[in-house]
């Protein structure tokens, strides 16, 4: 990725000398009766990648809409890079790049004059715009793709081009909403490659996620969303560390030899967590936790010992799965 498109060398991100480029202090977003966003707090750093982690309904896309200034706040305090949304809102999208939940690209157009028209809103000239959409066709792999039309594109292809098109104004803060929504493995993976590089390169990245796999890949900050508060802050290492154990195995049962199980385990696992359709045991050593099952005389159907993921974290701080 050319050095046109990297934004100005920052601080470290945390460091008590760096400013924070999103200042939120008891941010609140109602629609009538229903609070969609509870009087959340949170800061995010220059150069730094951070998440909003949570199930369907959490309050992530309404606080990513008081950030990108097209939803005002209904309570608390915002401040962007420095700039109130309400006074300010023309001037903080201008330095934005906005990465939508449902891609909005124009099928009627090609993949390169998608990002020159968009690149125009901007004010940019025709050298210039045609300059960056170039390098941001090579950024997004899409270089062999330009003289086509966007909609025979997959998935994939089409999330990057938009990706692409929301970095055309050089954009100081990147917003991103599920970014990886409904795309495959594959395609997930390369995306999250290309936000890697944006990220190396200083690109302050703010996305939201109900994959706790993206979270830990992506965000070297996040919080935990539910029911429109934020119920834990951390890098995702930190919050595994403090509310989970290092491992958890799985155990799968018939239905009717699982509902006579519970509190059997208390003595093999510092906590269980009873799922409708396996048993979780939490444990630093998950095959000992295993071979003391079958020491009780216990024959699950199958047995998986893994790390903790984010998705443990989110049911010790919930008591259910963040994926519904």
């Keep these: 990725m050319p050095d046109t498109l990297v934004s100005p060398a920052v601080s470290p991100p945390g460091t008590s000398e760096t400013p924070s480029l999103i200042h939120a202090r008891g941010l609140t977003k109602k629609f009538g009766e229903f609070i969609a966003v509870d009087a959340v707090d949170f800061d995010v750093a220059p150069g730094e990648s951070f998440g909003f982690l949570g199930p369907n309904g959490a309050g992530k896309t309404s606080t990513m ?17 420095d700039m109130d949304p309400a006074a300010d809102g023309p001037r903080i999208r201008a330095r934005l790049g906005v990465v939508p939940q449902q891609d909005t690209l124009d099928t009627e157009l090609t993949v390169r004059e998608n990002l020159i028209i968009y690149g125009r809103y901007f004010g940019l000239s025709r050298t210039e715009v045609g300059k960056r959409a170039d390098e941001l066709l090579e950024f ?10 966007v909609e025979p594109l997959s998935g994939g292809m089409k999330r990057r081009l938009t990706i692409a098109r929301s ?29 890697y590089r944006l990220k190396q390169r200083g690109v302050t990245l703010v996305l939201t996620t109900h994959y706790m796999d993206e979270a830990e890949q992506l965000c070297d900050r996040l919080v935990v969303m539910d029911k429109a508060k934020i119920v834990a802050e951390g890098s995702p290492r930190e919050l595994i560390e403090r509310y989970s154990t290092k491992e958890v195995t799985e155990l799968r049962f018939e239905p009717d030899v699982a509902e006579t199980l519970h509190g059997r385990f208390d003595a093999i696992a510092e906590r269980t967590e009873y799922l409708p359709d396996r048993i979780l045991l939490y444990a630093d050593d998950g095959e000992e936790a295993a071979v003391g099952v079958h020491a009780m005389g216990l024959r699950p159907e199958t047995v998986l010992v893994r790390r903790s993921s984010l998705e443990d974290v989110f049911l010790r701080l919930t008591g259910r799965s963040l994926i519904e």
């Design 65 to 81: 809409r008081m950030i990108g200034c097209v939803s005002p706040i209904t309570n608390g305090s915002l401040r962007i890079m």
């Design 140 to 149: 997004a792999q899409l270089t062999e793709r330009a003289g086509d039309q």
């Design 167 to 195: 970095l055309i104004n050089e954009p100081t803060i990147l917003l991103l909403d599920e970014p990886t929504t409904g795309l495959d493995p594959q395609a997930r993976h390369l995306l999250w490659d290309r936000l």
